[in-house]
């Protein structure tokens, strides 16, 4: 192995260690990751590479890594196992794409394009995964078009995707029954870079059907086989489907199912704010961000 390799591989071992073991990636799902301005060059050059703050500590993908300074790094799905070959060359992963196949509710619908092109973003809530080339029609009446999609299955400290929606545990039908919000399309420019959010309601549906399922098991909202009601005849439990202006949120990534009951066994009751943002910098993903207060 070359010396160069050695001390990548130490560097690997010191930056993105977090982002391949299990354990660790769910204490990180709770952390604030931030981008970090943190420089890094390979032999005097300088070479691009993502990074976040977390805890004053830099972290990278240990791929990205690989991909700089040259040694293999795999993952196998099916036994949850990543591999570093120091003495194989880079690859560049192939990212299959996803099965746009519903597991509830909504069926799929190809996003609709406009006469130049762009793709308008599903409001139906089923699930829209973007690929590289996509020019996305922003809320600003801009095209956004998206150039980089490698990380979306893994979604910053993830391992993969995520799976399919929840099935019902319980009757979902005896809860609040807000209605989608409409995907917004919002777009900043800022010293740092151009963005795009776009709303996911795909993945607002994970988080509804998730909470559906933990009220269903929280013996402080079901009493008697029936949810709690209020003093007027209203749920105990409140849902919306997004964040009012004064209202904060804690954003998370990626997805951690047990968060959901967390937050909500935390205060079982009051009203509960949740809504998904798709985050792109520059035309490529960077993250999806969970938000539930």
Request: net charge negative.
């Amino acid at each position: 192995m070359s010396r160069r390799k050695e001390i990548a591989l130490v560097t690997a071992g010191i930056l993105a260690g977090i982002a391949v073991s299990g354990p660790a990636t769910q204490a990180a799902a709770g952390l604030m990751a931030n981008p970090s301005s943190q420089q890094f060059y390979v032999n005097e050059q300088r070479i691009p590479m993502q990074a976040y703050e977390i805890n004053g500590s830099n972290y990278v993908k240990l791929r990205d890594v690989g991909q700089a300074v040259g040694f293999g790094v795999t993952y196998d799905a099916a036994t949850n196992i990543v591999t570093i070959s120091p003495d194989k060359p880079y690859e560049t992963e192939v990212i299959q794409p996803v099965s746009t196949t519903p597991t509830s509710q909504t069926a799929p619908s190809a996003p609709s394009k406009n006469a130049d092109g762009s793709i308008n973003v599903p409001q139906d809530g089923s699930r829209y995964v973007p690929q590289a080339g996509d020019v996305i029609r922003c809320d600003d009446g801009t095209n956004y078009t998206i150039t980089d999609v490698s990380r979306y299955d893994k979604n910053y400290f993830a391992d993969g995707p995520v799976g399919p929606l929840p099935e019902a545990t319980c009757d979902w039908s005896q809860f609040d029954q807000p209605e989608l919000p409409r995907a917004e399309v919002r777009r900043f420019n800022d010293p740092d870079g151009d963005y795009i959010f776009i709303r996911n309601l795909y993945e607002t549906r994970r988080m509804l059907y998730s909470l559906y399922n933990a009220m269903g098991e929280d013996d402080w909202i079901i009493q008697n086989g029936s949810p709690r009601m209020r003093g007027d005849g209203t749920p105990w439990v409140h849902i919306h489907l997004t964040l009012p202006e004064d209202k904060v949120g804690t954003p998370f990534w990626p997805w951690r199912e047990e968060a959901v009951p967390e937050v909500l066994h935390s205060c079982p009751g009051g009203d509960y704010y949740l809504e998904v943002w798709d985050v792109f910098k520059n035309g490529k993903f960077i993250r999806t961000e969970y938000n539930l207060r």
